[in-house]
């Protein structure tokens, strides 16, 4: 099982920007990595997707992020990473990095095995 370690979080203004990352403990160029995404849950809220990243580098964007997030890879699959840019209050959550050995990728929590502990992003109005 591979391990997932998310960085990055912390306190801005809206409007603000943060970037998050996620190490994986998998050996670059590792196979079994095929999707790897990212996730937040609000509190009393359900788990969402708000990013996903295919092996191909095809990528999936929830329709709340409307452009303001971008997720990206290093070619060797060790680290992903979701740029937060104009945040909103409303995008106060704790953002988890996820993993998957399926070429599925899609948005839905059930689709990835592999989680980490999460990093939290909290914004103000």
């Known amino acids: 099982q591979v391990q997932l370690a998310e960085s990055g979080g912390g306190s801005v203004q809206a409007g603000g920007s943060l970037r998050l990352s996620c190490e994986s403990s998998r050996p670059p160029y590792s196979p079994s990595t095929r999707c790897m995404g990212w996730f937040r849950q609000a509190p009393g809220k359900e788990r969402e997707g708000v990013a996903t990243i295919n092996y191909d580098g095809s990528t999936r964007y929830a329709d709340f992020v409307q452009g303001r997030f971008t997720i990206t890879k290093d070619n060797a699959w060790k680290t992903l990473y979701l740029q937060l840019n104009s945040l909103k209050p409303e995008d106060t959550a704790m953002y988890y990095c996820?993993?998957?050995?399926?070429?599925?990728?899609?948005?839905?929590?059930?689709?990835?095995?592999?989680w980490g502990q999460g990093t939290q992003v909290t914004v103000a109005s």
């Open positions: 996820a993993a998957d050995r399926s070429f599925q990728c899609g948005l839905m929590v059930t689709d990835f095995t592999d």
